[in-house]
Nanobody, 122 residues
Framework: QLQASGGGLVQAGGSLRLSCVASGRSIRQYVMGWFRQAPGKEREFVAT????????RYADSVKGRFTISRDNAKNTGYLQMDSLRPEDTALYYC?????????????????WGQGTQVTVSS
């Protein structure tokens, strides 16, 4: 089970840090990812990180502004979001899948958190 938290309302240019805590199993063998879905739009890939934290991929829209990380000892993944823009407003989901390097396709993930709302005002 994954539990995402850390969302909120922030002004453009501000920052938020999302957390994704896993329970019931260790995340050490799992790739983790973040996705988002804005109203009326499809869910889109944001970032993914492999088991060791060495291999990371970002969507072009967040590259240079967002940072994905993980702490396997705490069974937690993170998404640091800086320089937020109104277009980043969405429901953010964390996800996990066993093994494999990195994964950008939502359909390949096995486990999903419930989502945390991020709203960026202009």
């Amino acid at each position: 089970q994954l539990q995402a938290s850390g969302g909120g309302l922030v002004q453009a240019g501000g920052s938020l840090r999302l957390s994704c805590v896993a329970s019931g199993r260790s995340i050490r063998q799992y790739v983790m990812g973040w996705f988002r879905q804005a109203p009326g739009k499809e869910r889109e890939f944001v970032a993914t990180i492999n088991r060791s934290g060495v291999n990371i991929r970002y969507a072009d829209s967040v590259k240079g502004r967002f940072t994905i990380s993980r702490d396997n000892a705490k069974n937690t993944g993170y998404l640091q979001m800086d320089s937020l823009r109104p277009e980043d407003t969405a429901l953010y989901y964390c996800a996990a899948v066993y093994g494999v390097p990195t994964v950008v396709d939502a359909s390949d993930y096995s486990y999903w958190g419930q989502g945390t709302q991020v709203t960026v005002s202009s």
